[in-house]
């Protein structure tokens, strides 16, 4: 099996991530909702009518996309009509995917600013969007790495399981999929540590005269009742496009 | 005393940039040195003759002007022809420094490249331009925010004990004033927190079948030898500037 398959290696790189994403929903949590940053036209011509947070994240894309970020098999941009890379390519010769199309971001920004933000943040406007944009934008960002690695979860499963996952796949039946890729104890794991890692650092940003801003729970249910299931969403698609 | 210059606010925001940078230099630590990308013109003529983490660094703080970041008291930009704010302007009403023009980027630059990139990661070049390269632009921002925090520490320590630091100021006693607002007892302390992030940080992202691609002592170290006294440096010149 290819080293990016092996669970180790894939665990890994949901570590760090997850530093990131805890990090920045606690950055974020600071501010208050700010709900204006999500408004397209809110800002007027200057954005061309698109929001603050749109406007921002496309910008960002742009930078990326020329030092070819979305050229890697586990970057999925949110924006379509990006610049072509300066740099030229990488050959990712150890790709271990299957081509595929499945790309969730659209989902995912309706759910980071309907279900994310509202959890996390408190009501109201306290003029900071600049800062609560650059933490959507990473955050954002991080998200969509964690739930879209559910690709390379989804090949490692089923290198090894392939007749079982053949046959779902081959019927469509979405519903037999989820239960074939869940793993509940390990889903279990994730959210201890999570919450493990939300208590401590809350604990230390708050510091010695500072209170938190949010309460570890939160975290905990962002990944429990959005980014768990987004990545096994991604998993079935993935299996769905690639086997079926 | 503003809340800014209280010394409890003062490390809640050290404490959040710590955390981006030790993590940011565990990431960069990943790849290796990749010297080509901080050569002008090694990419040819598609950089119009800047370096990639030149260009990739500039591109990011032209989004980050027009959301208008650099209009805070606590940010500094490291290039100068940025486009204006798109945001309209907020009232800093409760800014508690003193106007000044201290801007250490240039030399922390030079320092970053030929000084912590070394210290961190190991020699060669394995082609992960684009995301060394968004590692440096991330750690590059941190630790600039770090070090010229060095204004709010030093106009704190100068409303604490203004005639002493005074009279250092206006003899343009340079040594005096390094000498005046060093503690050794707190840089101590940072150490030793920087030392203990960065050892549980090394265990968890390493995790249970990766290697750990950096000594936590490397980290300390670049506190010890560049972050602590490139904020002291920003004290003085701060202190000088305003009060010489």
């Known amino acids: 099996m290819s080293e990016q398959l092996l669970l180790s290696s894939i665990r890994g790189v949901l570590a760090r991530l997850e ?14 909702r700010n709900p204006v940053i999500y408004q397209p036209g809110a800002f007027g011509d200057i954005l061309a009518g698109e929001s603050l947070v749109d406007f921002h994240l496309k910008e960002i894309e742009k930078v990326h996309a ?28 150890e790709n271990p995917l299957r081509p595929n199309t499945v790309n969730i971001n659209p989902r995912l920004r309706i759910v980071y600013e309907e279900e994310v933000v509202p959890t996390i943040c408190r009501p109201g406007d306290d003029r900071q969007y600049g800062s609560s944009s650059l933490c959507d934008v990473i955050s954002l960002q991080a ?7 559910g690709k390379f979860v989804a090949e490692s499963k089923f290198q090894v399981a392939p007749e079982e996952l053949s046959s779902l796949c081959r019927r469509g039946d979405k519903t037999g999929l989820q239960a074939a890729i869940t793993e509940p ?19 230390e940003l708050s510091g010695e005269g500072g209170d938190p801003k949010i309460e570890p729970a939160r975290v905990v249910e962002i990944y429990r009742d959005w980014i ?8 079935v698609a993935y299996l769905l496009e690639t086997r079926g």
Chains 1, 2 share one sequence.
């Open 66 to 93: 020329r030092i070819r970020r979305y050229t890697s098999p586990d970057e999925h941009p949110f924006f379509l009509d990006l610049p072509e890379p300066i740099l030229p390519p990488l050959a990712y010769s």
């Open 228 to 235: 768990i299931p987004l990545n096994k969403d991604v998993q």
């Open 19 to 32: 530093e990131t994403i805890i990090f920045q929903l606690i950055e974020r949590a600071q501010f208050l």
């Open 185 to 203: 104890e390990v889903e279990q794991a994730v959210l201890d540590r999570v919450g493990l890692k939300a208590r401590t650092y809350c604990r």
């Open 143 to 149: 998200i969509s790495k964690r739930v879209h690695y």
